[in-house]
């Protein structure tokens, strides 16, 4: 175990009123002088520079802060575009793979028990141009 010191008890001080009132006469002697500085004509343009200085620095980190958040977005929408993008490719082969000409002939021969007609089953229909004026 380490050694513990014992400290003898501080004395508070005790607001004297005669310290109080000279406070509160140097802080007003104070804003007098920063008031009348103020009047000044030069003093009152780097007060305005040092506030445009502060709007516009305050500016840039909005605008900052905006370009993040606008950033983010586009990441993540790029991201969720790919991902479309990917769906729709396996989609499109899917679809490619149920449609080939080859697999249709065949469900329709082990559902539906059709067939391939040969040559003397087909008829073919000779093409009549409709009659005009008749209804």
């Known amino acids: 175990m380490g050694a513990v010191a014992i400290e003898k008890p501080t004395k508070t001080a005790r607001l004297n ?6 406070g ?10 920063v008031f009348a500085a103020l009047q000044q004509k030069r003093v009152l343009i780097t007060v305005g520079l040092v506030m445009l200085l502060i709007v516009s620095s305050l500016g840039v980190v909005v605008s900052a802060h905006e370009n993040r958040e606008l950033f983010n977005s586009l990441s993540q929408l790029q991201e969720q575009r790919d991902n479309y993008q990917r769906e729709w490719s396996q989609l499109l082969l899917e679809q490619s793979a149920l449609s080939a000409h080859g697999r249709v002939e065949q469900l329709a021969s082990e559902r539906f028990g059709m067939v391939v007609p040969g040559k003397q089953d087909i008829v073919l229909v000779p093409l009549m141009a409709p009659l005009v004026g008749s209804r």
């Not at 009123?17 to 000279?22: A, I, N, Q, T």
Request: proline share 0%; net charge positive; aromatic share 0%.
């Open 17 to 22: 009123s005669k310290r109080v009132r000279d």
């Open 24 to 33: 509160v006469a140097t802080a007003v002697r104070l804003s007098h002088q």
